[in-house]
């Protein structure tokens, strides 16, 4: 069950790093696999080398824990490309039910991280902080470039960085940066040659920052964590449903401006988004009875044919 927990919760943070906006960092911080994740990726040191090196491959899988990566990558690449060409096509001609059903879920997620933090004056006041630090970046306007080559293994590599920081969306920075089209045209096209580029800065981008998030959270582990969570509260900004480029409207405002203000249908998907990530933050616990159930009953069948 543990494999398929895993798979679920890197699904939700692939469709998270879909939309601009949105980080599958915050999904990863607030499903409670984020410290899991930094080690795991920061375990591709010397020593995994090392491992490699002497053949022990078993110690290897167990140090960078294999398992866990392996089922939850899969689960954020499973979402991504099966969910790229659907999401991008809501931003463009729906994005109010879209940005609605994520406002749902950030909103539900929130009181399970206030909660997280072990709060001091000086917590609060990075926790502000990180709260300016995000609106700041949400700001940013979007631009329009005509990529090379080279700026594929770039984009990746800084995009990385922000997927892996709560609040902070690596798909956003791919759009201020000019990079998101691109991307995302890849993804849909199959542009190996690319995706590889892109793939690589992904790799180098993950490593290196990595390390430095872990150091943080190990040395200063409640003051990151109030910080982080300023940053995902900062980021909800950018989740405001009635929006187009860096302005938010009221409802009625942007029917007036685009025809239609979707509040009915915003609200079904937020209550749809409640429900679900109810559902995510309770998976472990839900899956973990479902088991203990089915070992239950598993050996009472073997005591009545006994």
């Not at 022990?56 to 954020?76: E, K, S």
């Not at 920052?209 to 300023?230: E, I, N, P, V």
């Not at 409802?251 to 937020?270: E, I, K």
Request: aromatic letters at 12%; charged letters at 10%; hydrophobic letters at 55%.
């Amino acid at each position: 069950m543990n494999y398929l927990q895993w798979m679920i919760k890197g699904m939700a943070m692939g469709a998270a790093d879909v939309v601009p906006g949105v980080s599958g960092g915050t999904l990863a911080f607030i499903l409670g696999i984020y410290d899991r994740l930094l080690n795991a990726i920061s375990a591709f040191n010397g020593k995994a080398v090392q491992l490699v090196f002497k053949g022990r491959f078993q110690l290897f899988w167990q140090h960078i824990d294999g398992t866990f990566l392996v089922c939850l990558f899969t689960g954020i690449l499973l979402s991504i490309f099966s969910l790229a060409s659907g999401i991008s096509w809501l931003l463009e001609h729906r994005p109010v039910p879209l940005w609605a059903f994520f406002n749902g879920l950030m909103l539900t997620a929130l009181p399970f991280l206030l909660r997280a933090v072990n709060w001091t004056l000086w917590r609060s006041v990075l926790f502000v902080i990180g709260i300016a630090f995000a609106i700041a970046i949400g700001m940013l306007a979007p631009v329009q470039v005509q990529p090379a080559s080279w700026m594929f293994f770039i984009a990746g590599a800084i995009a990385i960085c922000a997927m892996i920081l709560p609040g902070i969306s690596g798909s956003f920075i791919l759009l201020v940066s000019g990079m998101y089209a691109p991307v995302i045209l890849a993804v849909r096209e199959l542009q190996l040659s690319v995706l590889l580029l892109f793939t690589s800065g992904c790799v180098v981008g993950l490593l290196s920052f990595s390390h430095f998030l872990k150091w943080l959270l190990q040395r200063y582990h409640d003051a990151t964590l109030a910080l982080l969570t300023g940053v995902v509260v900062g980021a909800m900004y950018r989740l405001w449903p009635w929006q187009q480029g860096t302005t938010m409207y009221s409802p009625s405002d942007y029917a007036t401006m685009f025809g239609q203000h979707d509040v009915l249908l915003a609200t079904g998907c937020f209550i749809v988004a409640i429900g679900v990530m109810l559902l995510l933050l309770n998976l472990e616990k839900w899956l973990g009875q479902t088991t203990e159930n089915t070992s239950v009953m598993a050996a009472t069948q073997q005591q009545n044919k006994e």
